[in-house]
């Protein structure tokens, strides 16, 4: 018999849909339930793609006796993560304060007025490696919530005092300057990992945001010590086992060092931000690699990931039938010696071993190897290798595929468009900007009602019920701003505007500090706020981005000195902690470029048009707003009063409220950029 969620939009909780768990969703129904029955909540916090939710889910949630003792002494309610920010981060925020940990699946007992007593994560079906089992924790909080009700009561009442008290600091007055940013480059120096790439140990993530910081530095400043940790760490995870070899695309994270091993959920953010990433280091480098990299990556999210609707799913899973029935994390990607063999011949085999690092012992479980490009494998024949490459990704292709996230996430589809239309433009794949194109659209169609407020998610091409946080508003107006830039188009950029207005009107706090929920969200024991990056720009240095870019195109006053407000928390934060707040580090690079403002004017049909407007795209300056057009067209605002030059299309470049003398030859304007 299906449970509550049967009728949800959440694939991961559709997941639990017939779990004996009488599972709820989170409503105030769930919460006059508990207090009804004056029972504990259990607010369980996962994700479609998550590993160890799948394995908690099938170890207990699906469990005829752990179940019974769920429903007859708790609520128990099911939150997708990736659907409600908000529940996650304030809760998150409490386990992570009370364990000093955190991660997911999350497991919180809380009152029936939301505040939390007890936390975890995983929970075992039976005591192991010094956890205690799930029965025996529902036992042990059913019987405190009857015997020491006093006792829960204080310290639930204790914890929702001590996080509503906590305030932000988020660095004063003044923008981050000169000194910052150079302290963030030192800080980020000591921490990179020369011999391998990337910052910090294992497991390592990919760190797109701070690699965007270092380019728009390189590109400023001429450091060549920020390009070089681009380059090493871009080259390190595009040879290693966390990039897929044969289908491109990245992995969430390894969970090695030197990025053999992944972990093998492939999410849109990941690679819509990585797209950027080797698209820009392309622009610094002309890297050939780069370029192969970003397209690959590009035609990944579009072939993999893109909805029937237009827009893109949230993510892969990790896990898939590995040919016996069982789900086993890696399955759909693992290569052994005798596979090979077997799709190849023994003589393709040995090549394809050596080229793609496959060894007897194997490099992850059961004798398996996760393909990589070792440098000491050396050079092959290229015409040979694609042979190979296509008949494994043919072969892959029999095997059963990871399940899919359907659901459309209105901030991970801003990261795809604007992904997905930079790389379409600089490469000349005019298939791609048709595809952002094509998600923007739906975003406009399914997400954005007509004041412009926008819900988090769709599936189906039907619209959740959940508001959008900061980082949806945020990630959105980026999109948009840069699929106006290159299609010339500037419904897009107004769009990006309605969208800001409100970031002004309902986000915004005293002296330039975002909140990641509107004022009129839905109050939860908190309202959460946090500048700091994690697997995505943070809500509040996306908005800082957006902002800017969105003054530069139009003069705006008010939302240029709502940006410069924002990147406070960048003065503070950027020199202690660069790796946290890469995206605010990037967005202050641009405040201090200008950013510069370039309107091309003239008719598109004139390939010298198309040259300068090629140029103005193809500029590593950081943050760069583009404006394209016939003079005086109406669609952006920087091509007002910008005439052709003597019949000539012409480019038009402003920075610091000052502008240079049109130019009309691309390489003289490749020389100003």
């Not at 910090?200 to 760190?207: D, E, S, V, Y």
């Not at 040879?239 to 070899?245: A, V």
């Not at 990790?318 to 011949?345: C, I, M, N, R």
């Not at 190897?369 to 494994?392: F, N, T, Y």
């Amino acid at each position: 018999m299906p449970n509550r969620l049967a009728h949800e939009t959440s694939p991961y909780l559709l997941q639990h849909a017939d779990n004996p768990v009488d599972w709820w969703p989170w409503s105030t129904e769930a919460f006059e339930e508990a207090r009804r029955r004056d029972v504990p909540v259990l607010l369980s916090v996962g994700y479609s793609s998550c590993h160890w939710c799948h394995v908690m889910a099938h170890e207990s949630f699906e469990d005829d006796a752990i179940a019974g003792l769920v429903n007859d002494n708790f609520v128990a309610v099911k939150v997708d993560r990736e659907e409600r920010p908000d529940v996650d981060a304030v809760y998150m925020e409490a386990v992570q304060a009370a364990t000093g940990q955190g991660g997911w699946p999350m497991t919180v007992f809380l009152t029936p007025d939301a505040a939390p007593f007890y936390f975890g994560t995983y929970f075992p079906p039976e005591p192991r490696h010094g956890m205690p089992s799930f029965p025996e924790v529902l036992e042990g909080v059913r019987s405190a919530w009857a015997d020491r009700r006093g006792e829960v009561d204080e310290v639930a009442d204790r914890i929702v005092k001590d996080l509503a008290g906590r305030s932000l600091a988020y660095g004063g007055d003044g923008v981050p300057g000169e000194e910052e940013l150079a302290g963030a480059l030192l800080a980020l120096t000591r921490e990179y990992d020369a011999t391998r790439g990337g910052f910090g140990g294992a497991p390592k993530f990919p760190p797109s945001m701070a690699l965007e910081f270092l380019l728009r530095h390189h590109a400023r400043t001429g450091a060549e010590g920020a390009l070089q940790m681009v380059a090493d760490t871009c080259e390190a995870m595009a040879r290693g086992g966390i990039y897929d070899q044969l289908g491109g695309g990245f992995a969430r994270y390894a969970v090695d060092r030197a990025w053999v091993v992944p972990h093998f959920e492939k999410m849109l953010y990941d690679n819509a931000l990585l797209c950027r990433v080797y698209a820009h280091l392309w622009k610094a480098t002309g890297s050939e690699p780069a370029r192969r990299v970003a397209l690959e990556t590009a035609d990944f999210m579009v072939r993999e990931l893109r909805t029937p609707e237009g827009g893109f799913a949230s993510a892969l899973d990790a896990d898939s039938d590995d040919g016996t029935g069982k789900h086993v994390e890696g399955a759909f990607y693992v290569w052994t010696p005798e596979q090979l063999t077997d799709v190849l011949g023994a003589e393709d085999a040995a090549l394809a071993a050596a080229h793609y690092g496959v060894t007897e012992d194997g490099t992850f479980e059961h004798g398996s190897s996760v393909l990589q490009l070792p440098r000491e494998a050396g050079p092959a024949d290229a015409d040979r290798i694609a042979s190979i490459a296509a008949r494994l990704l043919a072969a892959r292709e029999e095997r059963e595929r990871p399940g899919r996230d359907d659901k459309v996430v209105a901030a991970w589809n801003g990261l795809a468009i604007a992904a997905l239309a930079e790389t379409g433009a600089l490469f000349d794949r005019p298939d791609l900007v048709e595809r952002a194109t094509e998600a923007a659209d739906l975003l406009v169609r399914v997400h954005m009602d007509e004041s412009a407020r926008l819900t988090r998610t769709s599936k189906d091409g039907r619209a959740g019920t959940n508001a959008g946080v900061l980082e949806d508003y945020a990630d959105v107006a980026e999109g948009f701003l840069a699929l106006a830039a290159v299609t010339g188009e500037g419904a897009w950029l107004e769009f990006a505007g309605f969208l800001l207005d409100l970031v002004l009107d309902r986000f915004t706090a005293e002296g330039g500090a975002l909140y990641d929920t509107a004022h009129d969200a839905e109050a939860l024991i908190r309202r959460p706020q946090d500048p700091t990056d994690n697997a995505t720009p943070s809500g509040w240095t996306a908005a800082a981005g957006a902002l800017l870019s969105y003054a530069a195109h139009t003069g705006s006053e008010a939302h240029r000195a709502a940006a410069e407000g924002a990147l406070g928390v960048v003065k503070a934060l950027g020199p202690r902690a660069p790796r946290f707040i890469g995206w605010g580090l990037a967005v202050a690079e641009a405040l201090l470029d200008g950013p510069r403002e370039i309107a091309v004017v003239g008719d598109a049909a004139d390939p010298v048009f198309r040259e300068l407007r090629r140029t103005a795209l193809a500029a590593a300056t950081p943050g760069a707003v583009v404006a394209t057009g016939a003079p005086d067209s109406g669609e952006f605002p920087l091509l007002k009063d910008r005439p052709l030059v003597a019949g000539s299309p012409a480019a038009y470049v402003c920075r610091h409220f000052t502008c240079d003398a049109p130019v009309t030859d691309p390489a003289e304007l490749a020389r100003k950029l």
